[in-house]
Each structure stands twice: as structure tokens, then as C-alpha cells.
């Protein structure tokens, strides 16, 4: 076993902290998620984030008390992450209304993690803190592919303006994106601080840049 713990915010830097737009190719990750709809602002889908976190932090005490695991390293929980689009009533609406949002919220799990191991943990889970949701977590690797990301600071309302910084960045350098969704990945507990103070990365999908 390695006594060196795995640190998201070292190891990863180029992935999860980029200093301005970023474009990259985004290996493969195994996550922990589960799906949903509905305005984010409500208890329902804070229920989703504590049973993501509660999958999370069952499956690394887990590890912490089993042996001879391959490649085993401590680590800090990844940060929560999350994949949003509009339902198809949502989209052509000129407001916005989030409660036509759907998502998928996730947290990351290092690379070690086996399915084994990781249907242990929500087994675990299920039986320390049963709750519903719990039977519709997943389990699975995810392939994102080439991206392009920026770091958004402030509020969630206010995402728009990075969105179409990046829009433009994309038009000047004769990229284009796959898709309407997009990923946020989130460094600030919205709960604890300020909204013009939230610091979240925007990431979507681009093509593929070939020989890149």
C-alpha cells in the first residue's frame, strides 16, 4: 500500500484548476452518480448530494479497513460534479425555468476503485443510512473526451458570462461543441458562502482534434 495520499488538488491541476480557458482531452474516470430533475434549489436534490456523499465516504472508510487492496492509496474525496441540459419542453422557453433542468450528479472515485469495491461500499450505505435514492446510484467509468473549461467565480445565475467567454474562444479558434450539455464541477459549499464568492469549473464537450 502507498502511504502517500492521493491529493485531487496536486495531482490534478491542469484537469481540475485551470489558471483561464483551457482546451483538453479528459480521461477516462469512475464516478459514483445519480440522476435527476428538477430545480436545484430545492430539498430533493440536496437529498442527491448527501447520498453521493454518503456512497463516497462509505467506500473510502471501507478501504481504510481492508488489506492488500491493488494499487491502494488514501485519498481526498473528489468534488462534486455535475451534468446539466434542459428537457425537451425547457428548451424552447426564452426564460429560464429550472425546474426543467436535468442532471446528473456525481463525485469521482480514484482509479484503483473496482466495481467490486465499489458495490461493497453502497451495500454498506444502504444498510449505515438507507434512503430511496440509494438503489438508483450508479457506478460507472465515464469518457469525456476533448473539452473545453474555464473557472466561474460567483454566482450560479451569473454562469452565462463565462459560457460565453468560452463561446468565443471557441469561434476564434475554430472549435465547436458537441451538445448542449455541461459539466460544473464545485469547489464552494453555496450553504457556507457568499454567492459572488462561489467558485465552480464549466466545462462541455468540443470534436475531437485530431493528431492533437
Known amino acids: 500500500m502507498s502511504k ?3 491529493e485531487y488538488r496536486e495531482a490534478y491541476k491542469n484537469l481540475y484548476f485551470p489558471k483561464n480557458i483551457r482546451v483538453l482531452e479528459v480521461p477516462p474516470m469512475k464516478f459514483f452518480l445519480i440522476d435527476g430533475k428538477g430545480d436545484p434549489n430545492t430539498e430533493a436534490f440536496s437529498e442527491v448530494i448527501n447520498n453521493l456523499y454518503s456512497l463516497s465516504y462509505s467506500l473510502k472508510m471501507m478501504l481504510k479497513k481492508m488489506k492488500d487492496i491493488p494499487d491502494y492509496q488514501d485519498y481526498t474525496v473528489f468534488p462534486l460534479e455535475g451534468v ?7 428548451r424552447g422557453m426564452s426564460t429560464l425555468d429550472k425546474t426543467k433542468f436535468v442532471y446528473t450528479m456525481m463525485i469521482r472515485q480514484p482509479d484503483f476503485i473496482t466495481e467490486e469495491l465499489a ?3 453502497m451495500e454498506i450505505a444502504k444498510r449505515k443510512k438507507p434512503h430511496p435514492l440509494l438503489k438508483r446510484a450508479v457506478f460507472t467509468t465515464i469518457t469525456e473526451g476533448w473539452v473545453i473549461q474555464m473557472m466561474h467565480y ?5 454562469e452565462e458570462v463565462t459560457f460565453q467567454m468560452m463561446a468565443d474562444y471557441c469561434t476564434e479558434n475554430g472549435l465547436r461543441r458537441v451538445g448542449m450539455k455541461h459539466r460544473e464541477i464545485y469547489y464552494s459549499d453555496p450553504r457556507k458562502t457568499e454567492a459572488t464568492k462561489l467558485k465552480t469549473l464549466l466545462r462541455y464537450r468540443i470534436e475531437d482534434i485530431p493528431g492533437r
Not at 460567483?154 to 451569473?158: K, L, M
Open 154 to 158: 460567483g454566482s450560479y445565475d451569473s
Open 119 to 121: 458495490m461493497e461500499a
Open 84 to 90: 446539466w441540459d434542459l428537457d425537451q419542453t425547457g
Open 4 to 6: 502517500n495520499k492521493l
